[in-house]
């Protein structure tokens, strides 16, 4: 875990008009001043520290305005020079639309491009008929002038001269939260504006104009595909999605896992500002392929370590456009990972970051505030660690679960979502100085939800088969064995609440999970995993060394069956190699190649294909429930 800093001129700006501002009473050590938030340590003042974003995404959508012959783009950013790739996107012509770039580039000087449509975009370029219609859609991409890929960016136009800009979906629309009856779907617009979807022959139109449109359709059957299309202004798209079956229809369906998915290294699309956007339109493209039903991603997905939440957006705003045309059509359920870290950084001059902890006011600028804005996902998980025993108030003092926290079903599966990255204090030497949530650890409150949850589903007579799934592994193998769940096997590793360390060590409570999923549970098939950028499964079993050799007896958890760790942090992110560990005997399939897993569920059966979505090439197959 690191701090990625970008090769240009940083501006740092300390923080100021603070004083006053409310430090959470889970904190310690951390003050307000009259010149804004500090830290003080034997000694030596650090004071909060923000740096100048990279680009953000105001910037990227910036003000498109239309011109006599075509669009005219300002991005917000006087002194910007770069280059900007432009192309129509034919709606219709694929199921999965992408832009089809002309063979010219718009030059980016002082922020502001131009793009000629009429005289340029039309004759035997003009492959949506816009000259006809009196409208249509381009797409763009924003290139800075050091080759930075910044946006992918799409504005509707109408007119033939002169033009003018129409309200677009600038985003999406997604199929989220898919019931046997019902589906949420969400998409964003360029401006506020009435929206309408219909779905198979009923329409559902929103209220009022909004920018951010989040709309539940009810009334569905199960199992039933329905062509659904969501109209903005002249344009009218559409697509199509699928209802999940009655609980314990026992049907057969696919679905695939995968993580880390943040920006890797070899130039190109592999990083779109902040994201693996080539690896991710890959691993998407074969998903769709081979019909899977859902997709579950669990962190990781962007850069981030960020102190700016709008350049925050803008990372997720690229992960999203790259799952997007494949999205539209099955649900991506996301979680956390260390990487969603939106922070609060304290620095000493000269220094680029002594400690880091989750950025508040929680309820709108924490991490799993941010992410929870970016995405729409079940809110069935716990409220918070308000109320635990190591709770200093009785006030509101913790972050939230809502939407980073949760599990979902789909026929007889049940995936249950953990949030292993909760208040995450980035620099874990400091967090006994200054409080905060530890990389890798499972809270209180979570675990009692987790608990009640597994029992929950244990009795229910629908569900054959429960993932649990969080970011960081039980077992690290390979780039990760110094933290996660192991920490080189130190269990005095353990978070901070208001300057005094909870409990439970790292390894006491990777063990309390454990005997939930093993031994009070016969339903959990696996942990699914990320964290390390690599593939790999790990047998947890009778027999599989867990501990440390000096870890106390009566201390170690006994497992009394086998289930799989399978790690898949492999969605684009640079690699890690293997480590050796206590368990790796038990490790097979590791591979550094880009994965996608995919779950082939048939009644009380499991088989696994492992696939590299850049090759085609299969991995590796086995079965869960032999």
Do not use: C
Request: charged share 25%; aromatic share 12%.
């Amino acid at each position: 875990m690191r701090l990625r800093f970008l090769s240009f001129i940083i501006l740092i700006i300390v923080s100021g008009n603070l004083l006053g501002q409310s430090v959470p009473k889970i904190h310690s050590n951390i003050k307000s001043t009259p010149d804004g938030l500090a830290v003080e340590r034997n000694g030596t003042l650090y004071t909060e520290t923000k740096f100048d974003p990279y680009f953000t995404l105001k910037e990227a959508r910036g003000k498109i305005k239309g011109t006599k012959e075509g669009l005219s783009f300002n991005f917000l950013r006087p002194g910007m020079s770069g280059k900007m790739y432009y192309g129509f996107i034919p709606q219709g012509d694929s199921k999965h639309p992408h832009p089809v770039y002309f063979k010219r580039t718009a030059k980016v000087e002082d922020g502001k491009t131009e793009v000629k449509i009429k005289g340029q975009l039309d004759g035997r370029y003009d492959m949506i008929k816009w000259a006809e219609k009196g409208y249509g859609t381009i797409g763009y991409r924003l290139v800075a002038d050091d080759g930075t890929m910044l946006y992918d960016g799409k504005v509707t136009f109408t007119g033939t001269g002169p033009f003018k800009v129409a309200p677009t979906i600038i985003e999406g629309p997604f199929v989220n939260q898919v019931t046997p009856e019902s589906v949420v779907i969400t998409y964003t617009t360029s401006e506020k504006v009435s929206t309408s979807i219909k779905v198979g022959e009923k329409l559902h139109e929103s209220k009022k104009g909004m920018v951010k449109h989040e709309m539940k359709i009810e009334g569905l059957e199960p199992a039933t595909s329905y062509s659904y299309s969501v109209n903005v202004g002249p344009l009218s798209d559409t697509y199509e999605l699928t209802t999940s079956p009655l609980p314990g229809a026992r049907t057969e369906f696919v679905f695939a896992y995968a993580s880390d998915s943040r920006a890797g290294n070899g130039g190109g699309e592999r990083d779109l500002h902040g994201a693996n956007f080539y690896i991710m339109k890959k691993i998407m493209a074969l998903s769709k392929l081979e019909g899977v039903q859902f997709f579950q991603f669990s962190g990781d997905l962007i850069n981030g370590y960020l102190t700016d939440k709008d350049e925050m957006n803008l990372q997720y705003a690229n992960w999203k456009r790259a799952i997007e045309p494949f999205a539209h059509y099955f649900p991506v359920y996301v979680s956390m990972g260390n990487h969603e870290a939106y922070w609060k950084l304290f620095t000493k001059e000269g220094e680029r970051g002594s400690f880091g902890v989750d950025s508040w006011p929680y309820e709108t600028e924490s991490s799993e505030a941010v992410f929870a804005d970016n995405f729409s996902l079940p809110e069935n998980g716990p409220e918070s660690e308000d109320g635990a025993s190591y709770d200093p108030t009785n006030k509101v003092d913790f972050p939230s679960y809502k939407e980073n926290v949760f599990y979902y079903t789909y026929d007889n599966v049940a995936v249950v979502v953990l949030n292993s990255d909760y208040w995450y204090a980035p620099t874990t030497q400091a967090i006994p100085f200054v409080s905060g949530g530890m990389h890798g650890y499972i809270m209180d409150q979570q675990l009692a939800w987790f608990e009640k949850t597994i029992s929950d589903l244990e009795n229910n007579e629908n569900i054959d088969h429960i993932f649990l799934t969080q970011h960081t592994p039980f077992f690290p193998n390979g780039g990760h064995v110094g933290d996660d769940m192991w920490y080189n096997g130190n269990n005095q590793r353990r978070p901070y609440v208001a300057g005094k360390p909870v409990s439970k060590g790292i390894i006491e409570r990777r063990d309390q999970l454990l005997d939930i999923i093993v031994n009070k549970s016969e339903k959990v098939r696996a942990i699914l995993t990320g964290d390390e950028h690599n593939y790999a499964r790990t047998e947890v079993g009778p027999k599989t060394p867990i501990h440390p050799e000096t870890f106390p007896g009566n201390m170690r958890v006994k497992l009394s069956r086998t289930i799989y760790q399978i790690n898949n942090g492999a969605a684009g992110a640079p690699y890690y190699a293997q480590e050796t560990t206590p368990w790796s005997d038990f490790v097979s399939g590791f591979t550094t190649q880009n994965a996608l897993v995919l779950f082939h569920v048939k009644g009380k059966d499991i088989q696994v294909r492992v696939m590299n979505p850049d090759t085609l090439e299969e991995i590796e197959t086995y079965s869960l429930t032999e």
